[in-house]
């Protein structure tokens, strides 16, 4: 056999690409076997004309890593795609067009929408590159996109449905309006953010000339629209003033005072304005009590016809100082006090939400909501974490109509049309032309249904629903999970699963595992704003996608945020070079040798293949937990320490020897580690790992195509290792656990006396347990490659022999054992006292210091408690090997 030549640095430009490429090609992301059940998950579609920002990275790369798991247990697939992001795209086009001085009512809607097409069309490209260059293994022959045509025909069947059974309907309705986008939004596309501001206090005259009324509040301006004011009926400061009428200022129009229990008689002053048309609250009880309704705002955002003249056009923010200046002299205005309060802002333009009297399409969620509560209470979902059930009950709970209509046109049509002619309104699976009724023209409504009422239906519509016998639908319908973010529970979440059963009777997934946001070091939300965002694809090129795909699972702790910078991403970008170098050490070494069929087993190979079984069952059972980071975690551990700090240095004795069959032997069981080692982290870091086992399978097909055990494959579609215990041996791993813990004791003893690694020394070990001395003897020769020794004693408490002379050797004790290393031969001992000394006197300093910032109680109570654990956790440490560093000393100075 060859030798297999990996380039000396790790450089995953290299072949990133091409893997990729490979993948794609070769059909390997599509579905195999035969099963009839398949771990599948749809992707959370992306905006179609957003740009992939870093908190998409890290739920494609959460969703990669458990496909690629799944993958080499069975049949999976995960199906791609876009979504057509109404508002978001709408913006993007109308904002090209101002560029060239038109409007979209100017072009017209049939152009605007092939305008939205063009750029649909130039993002999605965009997107589909930055999917693939983060390694995402999705089946891209099954790709959706929600305004493709299957998809169109499903949001139109349940537009109808819902509306046949009574759960979607039309009406006047206060809803949250974006002025600069021009439509309504859903409750949970508003974004609250505490914001400064004001409270301000007005007088009210009273009609019958005794005094007036002080009110406070924030928004002056919506006065204008005021139909009475309001206070408790239990206030007994006010039950004389309840239904009196007063004045109402800069209108000349009278309102009354009523009494109503929403009003909170400890804010304010305990009285309130009621403007029915601009307030949630207000809207309510101005329908318990029949108060008009005046609506004082145009849809873009300026004041109307119902205001008084002169504020006519102004802006909500222009009308505001000239209400205010007006109330001022007219001496109606108080005072004004800084407050700080929640102010909502449209989640797209962050343009502050007007609360809006509008007629829209409404769902009603109640009799959905109850459904999906039930499934959660039959156990049919389980969320990981459990915490979010919590907030999936409770908002489930108090769910309020969903505002489904949009005033765009892009997105899925209204599918309602109404006659010009007698009015009757048309609710019709397919377009109609002339009304039912009369015969007469028809004209459809003109808004857009919400971009997320195709995206609730995305994990069945994706298989071709409502066709139900399809065979992507009958096969991978429900889903197994869904992966996303906590921060759309709300949005997507909860009205998958309403929509799952309503229309299939099942729930759409089982498993809902829910991870945090990403944020700067700081704990701040990433922004462009902050400055303080990642680009993906600069992470990318920089380390590679492998390096950024095992640094977020490697932080990604279930039910937290993950704090992170740029500096992070080493992390995963020296686990891959760790496995890169390993693999090249192992390949280089292959020259004239031969695999050779079921070949002996060491002790030592028998504890690498159990240590590998059990890191398959610790990954395995975190994947299944979807704990990412116990994944990762147990794979690092696995790769860099047990198999290439112990078991790569091990095979060392074979390697290096004469005896070419026992070379042939340990090299034909090496390779097999490697490659069972190369699978077991695959899923964490695929392009590497996939590479190197390109290289394995290519030159054992050339070199040895009759050894049984390697077969030609793509890594990606392989088995993965088992973690059955029958591959365990507890035994053989306690044994090797007490001979490292000898070896560690050396090593570290090496260290502090500043022994180079180079240099070989003499050690004793004294051992209490005769089955451990006898382990030890029987891989002295190990333990001496390991430790660098030329000489090791080994002794036990019952032997007849004499005990080690350690009088000239530095000593550490161990759970069983004292190890002693004889450092007068390999040292100068003065220069070493004297660089124990400094030791001592910094160790001194430290402990000090540490322990007044331990002691200071403003420390104690303002740091985080990780902090004070981790100062805790370093004081202890540095206070053993000062105890260790003044025996030493002691024991050298005589």
């Not at 008689?265 to 009285?271: I, S």
């Not at 065979?471 to 921060?487: C, E, I, Q, S």
Request: net charge negative.
């Amino acid at each position: 056999m060859r030798s297999i030549e990996l380039e000396k640095s790790y450089h995953p430009k290299s072949f990133e690409d091409s893997v990729y490429q490979n993948w794609c090609e070769t059909g390997a992301f599509e579905p195999h076997g035969n099963e009839d059940t398949a771990y599948t998950i749809v992707i959370p579609p992306p905006n179609v004309t957003g740009v992939l920002h870093l908190g998409h990275a890290l739920n494609i790369t959460l969703q990669d890593i458990i496909i690629r798991f799944h993958r080499m247990r069975g049949t999976t697939l995960w199906v791609p795609g876009t979504d057509h992001a109404g508002i978001a795209t709408q913006n993007i086009v109308e904002k090209k067009l101002r560029a060239k001085g038109l409007s979209r009512r100017e072009l017209g809607r049939e152009k605007f929408i092939e305008e939205a097409w063009n750029v649909k069309n130039d993002h999605h490209a965009l997107i589909s590159r930055q999917i693939a260059k983060m390694g995402a293994s999705v089946d891209w022959t099954r790709e959706r996109f929600t305004l493709d045509t299957g998809l169109s025909a499903a949001v139109r069947e349940v537009f109808v449905t819902l509306y046949e059974r009574g759960l979607i309907y039309k009406g006047e309705y206060l809803v949250n309006w974006c002025s600069s986008c021009g439509t309504a939004l859903a409750d949970d596309e508003v974004e609250h953010e505490e914001t400064g501001g004001k409270m301000y206090h007005l007088r009210y005259p009273r009609k019958d000339g005794k005094g007036f009324v002080e009110i406070a509040t924030t928004r002056p301006e919506t006065l204008l629209g005021d139909t009475a004011a309001a206070v408790h009926p239990n206030d007994e400061r006010y039950k004389e003033i309840v239904s009196k009428t007063i004045l109402l200022p800069l209108t000349g129009r009278e309102i009354p005072v009523i009494a109503d229990e929403y009003v909170d008689r400890t804010f304010g002053t305990g009285v309130v304005k009621i403007t029915p048309a601009h307030d949630v609250n207000d809207w309510e009880v101005g329908k318990r009590h029949g108060l008009p309704v005046i609506n004082i705002l145009n849809p873009n955002g300026t004041l109307n016809e119902n205001a008084p003249e002169k504020y006519r056009g102004l802006s909500v923010k222009e009308a505001r100082e000239a209400v205010l200046n007006d109330l001022k002299e007219g001496g109606f205005f108080i005072d004004a006090k800084e407050i700080t309060h929640a102010v909502g802002h449209c989640y797209r333009c962050h343009t502050v939400i007007e609360p809006f009297l509008s007629e829209q399409w409404f769902v009603r969620m109640k009799p959905l909501a109850e459904k999906a509560l039930a499934a959660w209470r039959r156990g049919e979902i389980i969320f990981h974490p459990k915490k979010w059930e919590n907030t999936y009950q409770h908002w489930l709970e108090n769910i309020r109509d969903w505002c489904i209509s949009r005033q765009l046109w892009w997105g899925h049509r209204i599918p309602v049309w109404t006659c010009t002619a007698c009015g009757e309104r048309t609710v019709s699976r397919s377009d109609i032309d002339n009304c039912p009724c009369c015969g007469g023209k028809t004209q459809q409504d003109d808004d857009v249904l919400d971009t997320w009422f195709s995206s609730w239906l995305w994990p069945f519509s994706v298989f071709g629903w409502p066709q139900e016998n399809t065979a992507d639908y009958r096969r991978f319908y429900p889903t197994t999970a869904l992966v996303t973010g906590y921060d759309i529970i709300f949005f997507w979440v909860s009205r998958m699963i309403m929509a799952g059963l309503e229309f299939t009777g099942k729930t759409p997934f089982r498993d809902i595992y829910l991870h945090g946001l990403l944020r700067d070091k700081q704990g701040r939300k990433m922004s462009k704003t902050l400055g303080n965002g990642i680009d993906p694809l600069e992470i990318v090129d920089e380390y590679g996608a492998d390096a950024m795909k095992f640094t977020l699972a490697f932080l990604c702790a279930q039910g937290q945020d993950i704090l992170l910078d740029k500096e992070a991403f080493k992390l995963g970008s020296r686990f891959a070079n760790k496995i890169w170098n390993a693999s090249r050490y192992i390949l280089m070494n292959l020259e004239n040798r031969k695999q050779i069929n079921n070949p002996d087993l060491l002790p030592v190979d028998r504890w690498i293949y159990s240590r590998l079984a059990g890191a398959a069952k610790t990954i395995s059972t975190a994947f299944e937990a979807y704990r990412y980071n116990e994944a990762a975690s147990a794979a690092y551990e696995y790769f860099w320490n047990d198999f290439c700090d112990w078991y790569v240095e091990a095979t060392k004795l074979s390697t290096k020897q004469e005896d070419c069959a026992e070379k042939d032997r340990a090299v034909t069981v090496l390779l097999d580690v490697l490659t069972e080692s190369l699978k077991l982290v695959h899923p964490l870091l695929p392009f590497v790992t996939e590479e190197i086992y390109g290289k394995i399978q290519n030159c054992i097909t050339q070199n040895n195509a009759d050894v049984q055990s390697f077969q030609t494959e793509f890594l990606v579609t392989s088995r993965y290792p088992s973690g059955d215990h029958k591959n365990r041996d507890a035994v053989l791993e306690t044994d090797f656990a007490f001979m490292q813990e000898v070896i560690r004791a050396m090593r570290t003893m090496r260290s502090e006396c500043t022994i180079p690694p180079e240099k070989k020394i003499r050690a004793a070990v004294i051992i209490e347990n005769k089955k451990h001395a006898q382990f030890l003897r029987e891989h002295s020769p190990l333990i001496k490659l390991l430790a660098n020794l030329n000489e090791l004693t080994l002794w036990t408490n019952n032997e007849s022999e004499s005990a080690p002379d350690t009088n000239s050797a530095v000593g550490s004790a161990g759970t069983g054992f004292e190890a002693y290393i004889y450092i007068a031969e390999a040292v100068d001992i003065a220069l070493l006292l004297t660089k124990w000394k400094k030791d001592a006197e910094a160790d001194a300093k430290f402990i000090k210091n540490a322990e007044s910032k331990l002691a200071n109680e403003n420390f104690i109570k303002n740091a985080p408690s990780d902090i004070i654990m981790t100062e805790k956790a370093k004081l202890e440490d540095i206070k053993i090997r000062a105890k260790k560093i003044d025996r030493y000393i002691s024991r050298f100075s005589k």
